[in-house]
């Protein structure tokens, strides 16, 4: 099999796959229960995120098809620090859990937006029994 030949057969297996795969109509990975209320650092960060994650992450980081849901055990706090959320935005990360691919480091994004993405984060999180 020539190189372009086995791109196009890696590109329509992955396209079948994310087909037969996506959860139908919800436009997310994942489904979620939102928290009654966010606490004033959860809101700035749904605010922070919304302008910053959302397009790869999804509305309430419940996933797209470019990036994954964060409201996920993966992301379990015992499983991927806070730290591990800062290191993601001012690095960027390799893809390792997902097939998504890298994660650039998003440079505008200042360590105090980041705390409070991560508040906001944590509390969808709990909200969905992700302790």
């Known amino acids: 099999m020539d190189r372009s030949t086995l791109i196009i057969f890696a590109a329509a297996v992955a396209i079948g796959l994310a087909i037969a795969y996506w959860p139908r109509g919800t436009g997310s990975a994942v489904d ?13 960060g749904r605010a922070a995120f919304e302008k910053n994650c959302q397009t790869c992450h999804g509305v309430n980081g419940t996933g797209t098809v470019n990036g994954p849901p964060l409201v996920h055990k993966i ?9 591990s959320f800062h290191r993601a935005v001012r690095d960027g990360v390799p ?37």
């Open 32 to 44: 979620i229960t939102l928290p009654a209320s966010f606490s004033q650092q959860g809101q700035a």
């Open 95 to 131: 893809a390792h859990h997902w097939q998504f691919g890298d994660m650039p480091a998003i440079e505008h994004v200042e360590p105090k937006q980041v705390d409070s993405i991560i508040v906001y984060v944590r509390e969808l999180q709990r909200a969905n029994g992700i302790n």
């Open 75 to 83: 992301y379990e706090p015992s499983h991927h620090s806070d730290q």
